[in-house]
């Protein structure tokens, strides 16, 4: 598990972990010896207010944290020293230094690549839309973009860690696509 | 009492074939994840038209469910429509009739969401492309007519300002609008919304498939029209489901029924614009779309999801803290529903930030948290009404039977069947494989162990169904 996964999901686990105490918590509170308010409210109507005003606040912060991080605007700055072409098709793929097109299949090239380098992944689909992801050496899945018929998604990205990479197909495409699969190395 | 109107009888058959398509998908559901665990040995053909068995009845079953509560509860307020459901019903069943013979018999296997073009890459019988479109047509006309009727109903006493309840954004309303009117009419127009947009891609299809060759359609657009519906309808059947919590939980617990405030009227006209959009996060990984729908995605995703689910959590938690209140199923199924909501909806809202998508997107993860917030949700509101219903339909009293039973079942089974997906999910394992390649080491132990603990969900269904059935027969059988 790669640590980012592993945040999300020590993250979630431990989120999930609240909201099941406050609710075991406020069933047990529940019983006949109670308080009995009849009233039923528990804030009055500017608590509330604030509450709303926190909770859009502390939303609008991390939305904002966040976005900026998204894959679309990763070394954006930057021109890529190396761009690979991608075509999918049912049920391979192709991965070429140069454009692929009629001349080009693309098929059966070895792609090397250097670490560090920034490297621009241009994907597109020959027929049904098909997920690029690319996995480490310890199978965690470090990006991804969707390769789709008639369109060519860019994805960019530096490779810190040499050894091999294997692409596995992240969107449904038909009987084979679990086994629809290529590998690039970085050295 | 027993309660032997024409909505009684139509509710009750409803929710016996609700049941029985339920027990079928879980058992499709068990043994998908046997089939990925290496239990038993299923070709890929098979394995993928029982995916997209399974993934479209859900969808379909638990979106009636939510509007057969709705339309049943409605009668408190309004003339409920009878004539539109019974329509419903007919159409449901014809449309999933056909569904499943496009499957099983044509093996049709696109999975639920038949993402354009897969329809049209033929690997099934020929016939079974032109047949699922026309099951989806039967399933859309049936659907749109009820939710335009129960709207209709609704808008016959209610204005639509009132409706929407936005007189309690002024001081001193002199009107209140039920919560359950409210909740309704938001989640219906949503409904509406969507089921018209399946209408355009449905015609979209049919336009390319018989126009041999002379009209195409744009893969991206396609994309965005399937998650606009696929979205927007797997989001608004929870609303349906939490319209019934809104108006059953209080009573049935022993307490004054529940009142629109502001903040409530704000929060779910909140949902009403930000779930339209929120679908936009289907679409993060595909880097052509402009970058402002990207943003517009995680925002909507968070607005949407976030004051609807805080407002009922504050109702739910408020109404029962250190109060004594009268807990039975019912009431109790309601209570964990929200839990597993929340929950799965703690899951959504992680996947919904696109940094984290990146990593997220199409692995186990997904069908970990739209599990969460289904099997252990809305599954649960749907099975509260049913329950209650049942109860009334026999004309009997809340009862206790295997209560504890039924209720320790579901959270085991539940929990452990989740928490591999989430496991899975976090070990980058990707959905929708038939079988995991060598590299995913604990992907098939995972698979094993899902299935057993969804055989012990199924039990509590197992359970819950005898129970029910019972109850609606009582009714169904009751000579006039
Ligand atoms: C214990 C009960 C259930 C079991 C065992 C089960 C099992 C499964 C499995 C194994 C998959 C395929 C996962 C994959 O992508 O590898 C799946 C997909 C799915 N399930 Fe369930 N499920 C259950 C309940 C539900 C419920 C209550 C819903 C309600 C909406 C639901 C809706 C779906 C949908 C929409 C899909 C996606 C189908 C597709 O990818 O086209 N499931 N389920
Ligand atoms: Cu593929």
Redesign the interface.
């Known amino acids: ?2 640590d ?3 945040f ?2 020590v ?3 431990l ?2 972990a609240l ?2 105490i ?2 075991v918590y ?2 047990l ?10 009233d ?3 804030l009055n109507n500017t608590q ?2 604030w509450f ?1 005003l926190l ?1 859009t606040a502390a ?1 609008f912060i ?2 904002s944290f ?2 900026p ?4 605007y990763l070394f954006e700055k930057e021109s890529p020293s190396r761009v690979v072409f991608v075509a999918a098709q ?1 049920y391979y793929w192709a991965l070429s230094s140069e454009a692929i097109g009629p001349g080009n299949p693309g098929a059966g090239e070895a792609i090397e690549l250097k670490r560090g380098e920034l490297v621009e992944f241009r994907v597109t689909s020959l ?3 098909h ?1 690029f ?1 690319i ?1 480490d050496e310890s ?8 390769a ?8 960019r990205w530096k490779f810190e860690k040499p050894g091999t990479y ?1 692409v ?12 629809m ?1 290529a590998s690039f190395t970085v050295r | 009492m027993m309660e032997r109107t024409t909505l009684a009888r139509t509710t009750s058959i409803w929710i016996i074939a609700i049941l029985l398509l339920f027990i079928l998908s879980v058992v499709l559901g068990i043994i998908m994840r046997l089939s990925q665990g290496g239990v038993i040995s299923q070709s890929p053909v098979v394995f993928y038209s029982q995916m997209t068995t399974h993934g479209f009845t859900m969808i379909g079953i638990w979106f009636v469910a939510g509007m057969v509560g709705v339309n049943y509860l409605m009668q408190r307020y309004v003339s409920a429509p009878v004539k539109s459901n019974i329509f419903a019903l007919l159409f449901t069943i014809i449309g999933v009739v056909l569904l499943w013979v496009t499957t099983f018999v044509g093996k049709f296997h696109t999975g639920w969401t038949f993402l354009y073009p897969l329809p049209f890459k033929i690997a099934w019988a020929g016939w079974a492309t032109p047949l699922f479109f026309v099951s989806l047509t039967i399933l859309g006309v049936g659907w749109l007519v009820w939710s335009v009727s129960l709207l209709m109903a609704i808008f016959k006493k209610y204005s639509i300002t009132r409706a929407l309840a936005w007189q309690h954004f002024g001081k001193n309303p002199s009107f209140e609008t039920p919560p359950f009117i409210l909740i309704t009419v938001i989640t219906l127009i949503g409904v509406i919304t969507c089921l018209l947009a399946a209408v355009l891609l449905i015609v979209l299809f049919f336009a390319e498939y018989f126009s041999s060759g002379t009209f195409v359609n744009d893969p991206l657009l396609m994309k965005n029209l399937t998650y606009f519906f696929g979205h927007t309808i797997a989001n608004e059947m929870l609303y349906l489901g939490l319209a019934t919590l809104y108006e059953l939980f209080p009573e049935v617990s022993g307490r004054p029924k529940w009142k629109t405030t502001w903040y409530v009227a704000l929060a779910w006209n909140c949902t009403l614009v930000f779930i339209l959009t929120a679908f936009f996060h289907h679409m993060y990984m595909d880097f052509v779309q402009p970058e402002s729908f990207q943003i517009v995605g995680q925002v909507a995703s968070y607005l949407a999801s976030l004051p609807a689910a805080v407002v009922t959590v504050f109702s739910v938690l408020t109404l029962i803290y250190r109060n004594s209140i009268r807990w039975s199923l019912t009431n109790v199924l309601y209570f964990m529903g929200v839990a597993g909501w929340v929950i799965g909806g703690l899951g959504a809202v992680i996947d919904a930030t696109i940094t984290n998508n990146l990593v997220l997107h199409n692995t186990l993860w997904v069908p970990a948290h739209f599990h969460t917030y289904n099997a252990m949700g809305n599954v649960l509101f749907s099975l509260a009404f049913f329950n209650w219903a049942a109860n009334r339909f026999a004309g009997i009293g809340e009862s206790g039977g295997a209560n504890r039973l039924k209720i320790a079942l579901l959270l085991v089974g539940g929990t452990g069947f989740l928490l591999m997906f989430y496991l899975g999910g976090a070990y980058s394992i990707p959905r929708r494989f038939n079988i995991y390649p060598m590299e995913f080491s604990l992907a098939a132990s995972f698979a094993r162990i899902a299935a057993v603990f969804a055989a012990v969900y199924l039990a509590a269904v197992l359970i819950f169904f005898w129970d029910i059935l019972r109850k609606c027969l009582k009714l169904l059988t009751y000579s006039r």
Request: charged share 15%; aromatic share 12%; hydrophobic share 45%.
């Open positions: 598990m790669s980012k996964h592993e999300i999901l993250l979630f686990l989120l999930a909201v099941a406050v609710f406020v069933y509170s529940s019983g006949a010896k109670s308080s009995q308010k009849e039923g409210k528990g509330r207010f709303f909770l939303l991390f939305a966040t976005i991080k998204s894959p679309y049912q027929d049904v839309n997920g992801g996995y199978n965690n899945l470090i990006a991804q973009t969707q789709m018929p008639g369109y060519v998604n860019r994805l294997k596995l197909c992240l969107e449904f495409c038909g009987l084979a696509h679990a086994v699969r």
